[in-house]
């Protein structure tokens, strides 16, 4: 709670007098490459998924080097009961198998170089539902926020995760396409103009009714929105998946979040070290990186429309937009310097790579086709045309 | 004074040309014990002469005589035999003079304008310490005679004793020298201007020095013990200004080391970035004490961390000396005096603390008249007024700052820009002179500071002090101080933003203190210091509740904590020759952590975790739960190698019952006091250290070399992911550290001439080890990591370039090595983003640290008579616009790492500061 005031008030010094620069020191990429486990024992009627990584030097090009070829098995303290297959680089997933909910489970991970990881036992957490999404209107920004609760007050500790699936439009809508030879109307298939985008949460969410007389969860952001973003121009999805986690596996999340979220403020907690349930049974000083959790998961999606949101939220293109013209006989030197012609616009990898959007007659009886850079005409380029199956 | 002079003028005058003539008439007179008075009333009414003197000449003269038939001369012959009064008489007039008036010839420039007083000659007053008199001894020519003149035939010494005072305000001097040549001794007074000087009786020169004052002398004639106040000039108007300051003197004749004095005057001289002077912002221009970041006004000193500070107005230990968050020091720059800040000789009456005290004294009120001053800045404005209640006896000081920092608030994007802040603080301080021997001294302070963020969130701290103190005057060898105080810090924290969520958080931490400190000067070549405190706190360190009836939140209250921190010294400073002086102290401390409460032990040689408690033990209110008992030793040795040079050594070992939690790089207002329990081990400290020091151009540069070797042990860290508000078990969060720091420190002040400040390089080292064999994982694995504050070099300079009276320019110039962090040696993708994962703690450094300002003061013309006196203060911050990076940071931004250098005042941010005095 202090965090924020201290961010507030330095980032108001800060947007006066100061300044925010990038910052990359040279750094000692010793060769730190540690083994790196997420995921959770699923005892619900969802797949178990754990990917498996490894840390990769701050300097390095490369985002992710997967552990591959692991052999991933979940048991209880008595028996194995569960083994995954490694469905794509580092994913090792098992199918949907409901499991005894009042047992404790853990990960067990031979990796590739012989080396065998043992997690704790860990319970598993039935996780209660969602009661509602919602959301408000906090200045010029959007939101979003779950309500939750546990009659039982027993899950206490929950985290979020959530996909968002959004629909846009380009700037200029395109009902003309070139053949190779002429400008044509698009058929449907050929449709540029509207399109569907989704994204997965980049931050750690996490809430605590530890301090409430009351297992309630009221009002949890979940997503802030700016009132200009192109996900609210026309209508707007949010899945939200939410699981209940032991205090130990919160502390963990809670680790995770300061380390990187909300560092380097002189107010801020200094780094400190990740330690989670996961060990290499050899040696127990070699640092893993994970906390394996067990347990149940509640999903809920809601559908946020552009008329249901105010007025003064006006959707910012990402990028400027404006139109060319291409003239379909000679330029009229005598009017314009240098213009397009109508050749330029007929190749189907046009050098200009533009988008034609519209015919048009000028004063002087001169016809042409209206065109625009292909980021303002083609949706495509940042979203898929075919609306996901839930779309409503 | 005037009046004096022209009776002095007068004499000469009516000396010059009047014979004596002695009258025919023949008297019968019987003196006992008679006054001057008496005498010449019954002279005046046998003879009809007229006599002319100034009765306060002859307030302590009683005339034994008894004469019959004798003529008018020989009788005042008789009265005067064996004194230094003297008496011309011209026909019927008579005059009384003192000392050799009438042998002396006229005074050079009687003739012109004006008299000179300087050029007067010397004229001898009796002030008999019997007669309760307490001589205002202003004037430099006018031989004082101190005691009762009946012992001057007696050999042997005597004690003088009194007070320096400014002559204008009456406020007390501390820290002037008194030197006496012929006798090769001399003397400080103390923070009341109290001096004591014992002398072999009979004639001396005493001059006095103090730092913007006029050097000044005082002829005495010392018959047995006596008193002298002795008021001094302002130096305001001489045109070829010789200041000659007490510490530069001090600094190589005293036997303390890290001890440095700086007056307001100077403080004011170095450009602050808003333009008012920032009392906490000066010191970190002084070797050895370095600050985290911009924006902090915590400051560390030789190694130790900022809650190892005590910081003192006036006796009132101010828990947290910061506004707005650490932009702004909580001190009035215009009530403040001077700052003392000690680095490693920490005097035997002071404790609790290891690493530094700052003591910040406080004018005192004007006693002769209303005056008055106030400030306007651009984010803060202040007002003082002072004077006296009765004249010359009761004096109070008034000192208000607030700011209107707002409309920097309204400049910043829609998401602070419903934030408020302000605050204030309050100064109120009384004075009252009881008798020569007892004062009364009231202090008061008050400090607030409030912030409501995208207003759902309030936000706000407190300081609340004050102070009763009474110094009494045993005699002219010993005098005690008495005081009683309380000290308070609160903050409370307010959230009604989520209805269900909402909550109110307090804290505060009360001290209650008793303290008595005396002062005995048996000789000139033993200073004793004796005296007892105790201080009592009482804290509440977090009381978390729901706010409003919507709100589930369940109250979490951390009981109450109590201890007791009691201390007995005593010390000497013994001069044992001419050369060395000795200085040895002890402090004996006991500290007892007080019930109620409930304290957990846990099972040996396991982790200190909630699961291997094995058994509690319940206190009841005010129960002794434990006894610390901690003698501390406070020694240091001066000996002078030559004229000017000395060498000093010292060492000196500390306990600190009263942490601070906190476990980010600054210390902020909410964090959390504890008191040491059984399981809250108190921290210790040692340090030795050596110096050389030199004075040069008569005492007007000041130079030092100063190394030290600190051990601090028992000194807090945290477990990773510790919580440390709100927890009812903090000892299994904290992590009990070992900590080294060593240093060389040069320092050069110049205090005279066209340029003046100080300059001061500093090359340290700190480090802190966890080495408790329960922690696992331990930071750098058990091996010594550098400090936050860790920047191993370190330079200042401050100065003032005196074009004229009026107009002075100042430059500043801070260099160091970035502080440490810890920083990101290697990603990886969890829950979403890409995260980082650092290397050991404290491994890199942010960017090494530049900055420099510069000021224009112009001050007011000094034409006296003007009834207020404006002051401009003009200047750039940070001229060079460096981009100092405050902090760094590594975030993911939409599942990508980047790294960020945050600076605060990253362009040159021109000030203004205007001032009036009234």
């Given at each position: 709670?202090?965090?924020?005031?201290?961010?507030?008030?330095?980032?108001?010094?800060?947007?006066?007098?100061?300044?925010?620069?990038?910052?990359?020191?040279?750094?000692?990429?010793?060769?730190?490459?540690?083994?790196?486990?997420?995921?959770?024992?699923?005892?619900?009627?969802?797949?178990?998924?754990?990917?498996?990584?490894?840390?990769?030097?701050?300097?390095?090009?490369?985002?992710?080097?997967?552990?591959?070829?692991?052999?991933?098995?979940?048991?209880?303290?008595?028996?194995?009961?569960?083994?995954?297959?490694?469905?794509?680089?580092?994913?090792?997933?098992?199918?949907?198998?409901?499991?005894?909910?009042?047992?404790?489970?853990?990960?067990?991970?031979?990796?590739?170089?012989?080396?065998?990881?043992?997690?704790?036992?860990?319970?598993?957490?039935?996780?209660?539902?969602?009661?509602?999404?919602?959301?408000?209107?906090?200045?010029?920004?959007?939101?979003?926020?779950?309500?939750?609760?546990?009659?039982?007050?027993?899950?206490?500790?929950?985290?979020?995760?959530?996909?968002?699936?959004?629909?846009?439009?380009?700037?200029?809508?395109?009902?003309?396409?070139?053949?190779?030879?002429?400008?044509?109307?698009?058929?449907?298939?050929?449709?540029?103009?509207?399109?569907f985008s989704s994204d997965t949460s980049a931050y750690t969410l996490i809430n605590s009714t530890a301090q409430?007389?009351?297992?309630?969860?009221?009002?949890?952001?979940?997503?802030?929105?700016?009132?200009?973003?192109?996900?609210?121009?026309?209508?707007?999805?949010?899945?939200?998946?939410?699981?209940?986690?032991?205090?130990?596996?919160?502390?963990?999340?809670?680790?995770?979040?300061?380390?990187?979220?909300?560092?380097?403020?002189?107010?801020?907690?200094?780094?400190?070290?990740?330690?989670?349930?996961?060990?290499?049974?050899?040696?127990?000083?070699?640092?893993?990186?994970?906390?394996?959790?067990?347990?149940?998961?509640?999903?809920?999606?809601?559908?946020?429309?552009?008329?249901?949101?105010?007025?003064?939220?006006?959707?910012?293109?990402?990028?400027?937009?404006?139109?060319?013209?291409?003239?379909?006989?000679?330029?009229?030197?005598?009017?314009?310097?240098?213009?397009?012609?109508?050749?330029?616009?007929?190749?189907?990898?046009?050098?200009?790579?533009?988008?034609?959007?519209?015919?048009?007659?000028?004063?002087?009886?001169?016809?042409?086709?209206?065109?625009?850079?292909?980021?303002?005409?083609?949706?495509?380029?940042?979203?898929?045309?075919?609306?996901?199956?839930?779309?409503? | 004074?005037?009046?004096?002079?022209?009776?002095?003028?007068?004499?000469?005058?009516?000396?010059?040309?009047?014979?004596?003539?002695?009258?025919?008439?023949?008297?019968?007179?019987?003196?006992?014990?008679?006054?001057?008075?008496?005498?010449?009333?019954?002279?005046?009414?046998?003879?009809?002469?007229?006599?002319?003197?100034?009765?306060?000449?002859?307030?302590?003269?009683?005339?034994?005589?008894?004469?019959?038939?004798?003529?008018?001369?020989?009788?005042?012959?008789?009265?005067?035999?064996?004194?230094?009064?003297?008496?011309?008489?011209?026909?019927?007039?008579?005059?009384?003079?003192?000392?050799?008036?009438?042998?002396?010839?006229?005074?050079?420039?009687?003739?012109?304008?004006?008299?000179?007083?300087?050029?007067?000659?010397?004229?001898?007053?009796?002030?008999?310490?019997?007669?309760?008199?307490?001589?205002?001894?202003?004037?430099?020519?006018?031989?004082?005679?101190?005691?009762?003149?009946?012992?001057?035939?007696?050999?042997?010494?005597?004690?003088?004793?009194?007070?320096?005072?400014?002559?204008?305000?009456?406020?007390?001097?501390?820290?002037?020298?008194?030197?006496?040549?012929?006798?090769?001794?001399?003397?400080?007074?103390?923070?009341?201007?109290?001096?004591?000087?014992?002398?072999?009786?009979?004639?001396?020169?005493?001059?006095?020095?103090?730092?913007?004052?006029?050097?000044?002398?005082?002829?005495?004639?010392?018959?047995?013990?006596?008193?002298?106040?002795?008021?001094?000039?302002?130096?305001?108007?001489?045109?070829?200004?010789?200041?000659?300051?007490?510490?530069?003197?001090?600094?190589?004749?005293?036997?303390?080391?890290?001890?440095?004095?700086?007056?307001?005057?100077?403080?004011?001289?170095?450009?602050?970035?808003?333009?008012?002077?920032?009392?906490?912002?000066?010191?970190l221009v002084l070797p050895g004490v370095q600050s985290v970041g911009e924006a902090t006004t915590n400051f560390?000193?030789?190694?130790?961390?900022?809650?190892?500070?005590?910081?003192?107005?006036?006796?009132?230990?101010?828990?947290?000396?910061?506004?707005?968050?650490?932009?702004?020091?909580?001190?009035?720059?215009?009530?403040?005096?001077?700052?003392?800040?000690?680095?490693?000789?920490?005097?035997?009456?002071?404790?609790?603390?290891?690493?530094?005290?700052?003591?910040?004294?406080?004018?005192?009120?004007?006693?002769?008249?209303?005056?008055?001053?106030?400030?306007?800045?651009?984010?803060?404005?202040?007002?003082?007024?002072?004077?006296?209640?009765?004249?010359?006896?009761?004096?109070?000081?008034?000192?208000?700052?607030?700011?209107?920092?707002?409309?920097?608030?309204?400049?910043?994007?829609?998401?602070?820009?419903?934030?408020?802040?302000?605050?204030?603080?309050?100064?109120?301080?009384?004075?009252?002179?009881?008798?020569?021997?007892?004062?009364?001294?009231?202090?008061?302070?008050?400090?607030?500071?409030?912030?409501?963020?995208?207003?759902?969130?309030?936000?706000?701290?407190?300081?609340?002090?004050?102070?009763?103190?009474?110094?009494?005057?045993?005699?002219?060898?010993?005098?005690?101080?008495?005081?009683?105080?309380?000290?308070?810090?609160?903050?409370?924290?307010?959230?009604?933003?989520?209805?269900?969520?909402?909550?109110?958080?307090?804290?505060?931490?009360?001290?209650?203190?008793?303290?008595?400190?005396?002062?005995?000067?048996?000789?000139?070549?033993?200073?004793?210091?004796?005296?007892?405190?105790?201080?009592?706190?009482?804290?509440?360190?977090?009381?978390?509740?729901?706010?409003?009836?919507?709100?589930?939140?369940?109250?979490?209250?951390?009981?109450?904590?109590?201890?007791?921190?009691?201390?007995?010294?005593?010390?000497?400073?013994?001069?044992?020759?001419?050369?060395?002086?000795?200085?040895?102290?002890?402090?004996?401390?006991?500290?007892?952590?007080?019930?109620?409460?409930?304290?957990?032990?846990?099972?040996?040689?396991?982790?200190?975790?909630?699961?291997?408690?094995?058994?509690?033990?319940?206190?009841?209110?005010?129960?002794?739960?434990?006894?610390?008992?901690?003698?501390?030793?406070?020694?240091?040795?001066?000996?002078?190698?030559?004229?000017?040079?000395?060498?000093?050594?010292?060492?000196?070992?500390?306990?600190?019952?009263?942490?601070?939690?906190?476990?980010?790089?600054?210390?902020?207002?909410?964090?959390?006091?504890?008191?040491?329990?059984?399981?809250?081990?108190?921290?210790?400290?040692?340090?030795?250290?050596?110096?050389?020091?030199?004075?040069?151009?008569?005492?007007?540069?000041?130079?030092?070399?100063?190394?030290?070797?600190?051990?601090?042990?028992?000194?807090?860290?945290?477990?990773?992911?510790?919580?440390?508000?709100?927890?009812?078990?903090?000892?299994?969060?904290?992590?009990?550290?070992?900590?080294?720091?060593?240093?060389?420190?040069?320092?050069?002040?110049?205090?005279?001439?066209?340029?003046?400040?100080?300059?001061?390089?500093?090359?340290?080292?700190?480090?802190?080890?966890?080495?408790?064999?329960?922690?696992?994982?331990?930071?750098?694995?058990?091996?010594?990591?550098?400090?936050?504050?860790?920047?191993?070099?370190?330079?200042?300079?401050?100065?003032?370039?005196?074009?004229?009276?009026?107009?002075?320019?100042?430059?500043?110039?801070?260099?160091?090595?970035?502080?440490?962090?810890?920083?990101?040696?290697?990603?990886?993708?969890?829950?979403?983003?890409?995260?980082?994962?650092?290397?050991?703690?404290?491994?890199?450094?942010?960017?090494?640290?530049?900055?420099s300002d510069f000021s224009l003061n112009i001050l007011p013309n000094h034409v006296i008579a003007k009834t207020?006196?404006?002051?401009?203060?003009?200047?750039?911050?940070?001229?060079?616009?460096?981009?100092?990076?405050?902090?760094?940071?590594?975030?993911?931004?939409?599942?990508?790492?980047?790294?960020?250098?945050?600076?605060?005042?990253?362009?040159?941010?021109?000030?203004?500061?205007?001032?009036?005095?009234?």
């Open positions: 709670m202090k965090k924020v005031l201290y961010l507030s008030i330095i980032g108001a010094i800060i947007v006066v007098f100061g300044c925010r620069k990038a910052f990359n020191p040279v750094i000692d990429t010793a060769d730190v490459n540690i083994l790196v486990v997420e995921g959770m024992v699923n005892t619900g009627t969802d797949s178990t998924i754990i990917k498996l990584s490894r840390t990769v030097p701050i300097g390095n090009k490369t985002t992710v080097s997967s552990e591959t070829k692991a052999v991933v098995t979940i048991e209880t303290a008595q028996a194995t009961i569960l083994t995954l297959t490694e469905n794509a680089r580092g994913i090792y997933v098992a199918p949907p198998k409901t499991l005894d909910n009042t047992k404790q489970y853990r990960v067990r991970i031979r990796t590739v170089n012989g080396k065998v990881y043992l997690s704790d036992l860990v319970d598993a957490k039935v996780t209660p539902p969602i009661d509602s999404i919602g959301f408000l209107v906090k200045d010029d920004k959007l939101q979003v926020y779950a309500n939750t609760h546990d009659a039982t007050n027993k899950t206490r500790y929950y985290r979020y995760s959530f996909r968002e699936t959004w629909m846009f439009n380009s700037n200029y809508p395109s009902n003309f396409i070139t053949n190779g030879k002429d400008i044509v109307g698009r058929t449907p298939a050929q449709a540029i103009t509207t399109c409430l007389s009351q297992d309630v969860a009221f009002h949890v952001p979940i997503d802030l929105i700016d009132g200009t973003s192109e996900k609210i121009s026309i209508k707007y999805s949010i899945l939200l998946r939410q699981q209940g986690i032991t205090k130990e596996a919160y502390d963990f999340y809670e680790n995770l979040k300061k380390n990187t979220e909300s560092l380097g403020n002189i107010f801020d907690a200094q780094p400190s070290q990740l330690t989670g349930n996961i060990h290499n049974i050899a040696d127990a000083t070699e640092p893993v990186i994970g906390y394996m959790t067990a347990g149940t998961t509640q999903q809920k999606r809601i559908f946020i429309l552009k008329s249901q949101l105010p007025q003064s939220f006006v959707t910012k293109y990402p990028y400027g937009c404006e139109l060319d013209s291409a003239f379909n006989g000679p330029v009229p030197k005598d009017r314009f310097h240098s213009a397009y012609t109508i050749e330029t616009l007929i190749p189907i990898q046009n050098p200009i790579q533009s988008v034609v959007i519209l015919p048009f007659t000028s004063l002087a009886h001169e016809t042409g086709w209206l065109f625009t850079d292909r980021p303002c005409g083609d949706c495509t380029l940042r979203g898929a045309i075919k609306p996901p199956y839930f779309w409503k | 004074m005037k009046h004096l002079y022209l009776f002095i003028f007068c004499c000469f005058f009516c000396c010059d040309y009047a014979s004596a003539q002695v009258a025919g008439k023949l008297l019968d007179v019987n003196y006992q014990k008679a006054s001057i008075d008496e005498v010449v009333t019954d002279l005046e009414a046998k003879t009809g002469n007229h006599f002319y003197y100034d009765p306060v000449l002859f307030d302590s003269l009683k005339v034994t005589v008894q004469a019959s038939r004798q003529s008018l001369s020989n009788i005042l012959e008789l009265a005067f035999k064996s004194t230094d009064y003297h008496y011309a008489i011209n026909g019927q007039e008579i005059l009384l003079t003192k000392g050799k008036v009438i042998q002396t010839d006229l005074a050079d420039g009687f003739f012109g304008s004006k008299p000179l007083p300087g050029k007067a000659a010397a004229v001898t007053q009796v002030f008999d310490e019997k007669e309760k008199t307490t001589t205002e001894a202003t004037i430099e020519n006018k031989i004082y005679d101190v005691g009762l003149k009946s012992a001057l035939t007696g050999k042997g010494t005597a004690t003088i004793a009194g007070y320096v005072k400014e002559i204008k305000t009456g406020e007390p001097i501390a820290g002037a020298i008194l030197y006496v040549p012929d006798a090769k001794t001399g003397a400080n007074t103390d923070q009341f201007g109290f001096y004591s000087l014992t002398l072999p009786k009979g004639k001396h020169v005493i001059t006095i020095r103090y730092i913007g004052t006029r050097d000044a002398k005082r002829q005495i004639v010392l018959y047995s013990d006596g008193k002298l106040n002795i008021d001094l000039q302002e130096q305001i108007q001489s045109l070829k200004e010789v200041k000659i300051s007490a510490d530069k003197v001090a600094n190589v004749r005293s036997p303390q080391l890290g001890v440095t004095r700086m007056d307001i005057k100077s403080i004011k001289e170095i450009p602050a970035v808003f333009g008012e002077p920032d009392i906490l912002r000066a010191i560390n000193v030789r190694g130790g961390s900022a809650d190892q500070n005590l910081v003192l107005l006036d006796g009132l230990t101010i828990y947290n000396p910061a506004h707005f968050f650490g932009f702004f020091s909580a001190f009035n720059p215009d009530i403040v005096k001077d700052i003392e800040l000690y680095k490693a000789s920490i005097p035997e009456r002071f404790g609790g603390r290891l690493s530094s005290v700052l003591e910040v004294s406080g004018r005192e009120g004007n006693k002769k008249k209303f005056t008055g001053s106030a400030g306007l800045g651009i984010l803060t404005s202040r007002l003082n007024i002072e004077g006296p209640i009765v004249k010359d006896k009761t004096s109070f000081i008034f000192g208000g700052r607030t700011t209107y920092s707002n409309w920097l608030l309204n400049l910043l994007p829609e998401a602070y820009k419903h934030s408020k802040a302000s605050f204030y603080d309050f100064n109120f301080d009384l004075t009252h002179q009881i008798d020569d021997k007892n004062t009364l001294y009231l202090y008061s302070y008050l400090s607030n500071d409030n912030f409501k963020l995208n207003s759902d969130t309030t936000y706000n701290y407190s300081n609340k002090n004050i102070a009763l103190k009474w110094k009494h005057t045993y005699n002219n060898k010993l005098y005690g101080l008495i005081s009683a105080g309380f000290d308070r810090y609160q903050y409370g924290l307010q959230s009604d933003g989520n209805p269900i969520n909402a909550y109110k958080l307090n804290f505060n931490i009360n001290q209650s203190n008793f303290k008595a400190d005396f002062s005995y000067y048996p000789n000139n070549q033993h200073t004793i210091t004796f005296g007892l405190s105790s201080t009592y706190y009482k804290l509440h360190a977090g009381n978390f509740e729901p706010s409003g009836a919507q709100s589930l939140v369940r109250s979490n209250i951390v009981p109450v904590q109590q201890g007791l921190e009691s201390a007995l010294y005593a010390g000497d400073k013994f001069d044992v020759s001419d050369d060395l002086t000795v200085s040895a102290g002890v402090r004996l401390m006991i500290y007892n952590p007080l019930g109620p409460g409930t304290i957990n032990n846990y099972a040996p040689n396991l982790p200190r975790q909630t699961n291997y408690i094995i058994d509690s033990v319940t206190y009841k209110s005010n129960q002794v739960m434990q006894t610390y008992f901690n003698p501390e030793i406070r020694l240091s040795a001066r000996y002078n190698l030559g004229d000017n040079l000395s060498v000093k050594a010292g060492y000196n070992n500390l306990h600190q019952y009263l942490h601070l939690l906190s476990n980010s790089t600054a210390i902020s207002p909410t964090d959390v006091f504890q008191l040491s329990n059984p399981n809250v081990k108190p921290q210790r400290g040692d340090q030795i250290s050596l110096g050389l020091y030199k004075n040069l151009k008569s005492n007007t540069i000041e130079t030092s070399v100063e190394v030290y070797y600190k051990r601090i042990r028992d000194y807090l860290d945290y477990r990773s992911g510790a919580m440390l508000q709100l927890n009812h078990h903090i000892e299994t969060d904290i992590i009990n550290t070992e900590g080294k720091a060593y240093g060389i420190e040069f320092f050069m002040r110049k205090t005279a001439g066209k340029l003046t400040g100080i300059m001061s390089y500093t090359y340290s080292r700190t480090f802190l080890k966890q080495n408790d064999p329960l922690v696992q994982p331990l930071v750098n694995n058990g091996d010594y990591y550098p400090a936050n504050y860790d920047k191993p070099h370190s330079f200042n300079f401050t100065g003032s370039y005196h074009i004229s009276h009026r107009y002075s320019f100042q430059f500043n110039f801070v260099y160091s090595t970035g502080r440490p962090i810890t920083l990101p040696i290697s990603r990886f993708i969890y829950d979403g983003s890409e995260r980082v994962y650092y290397s050991s703690r404290n491994a890199y450094r942010i960017p090494d640290y530049f900055r207020t006196h404006n002051s401009w203060t003009i200047g750039v911050y940070n001229i060079t616009g460096q981009q100092n990076a405050y902090s760094t940071f590594f975030t993911q931004e939409g599942g990508v790492i980047k790294g960020y250098k945050l600076s605060i005042f990253a362009a040159p941010i021109p000030f203004i500061n205007y001032n009036i005095i009234f």
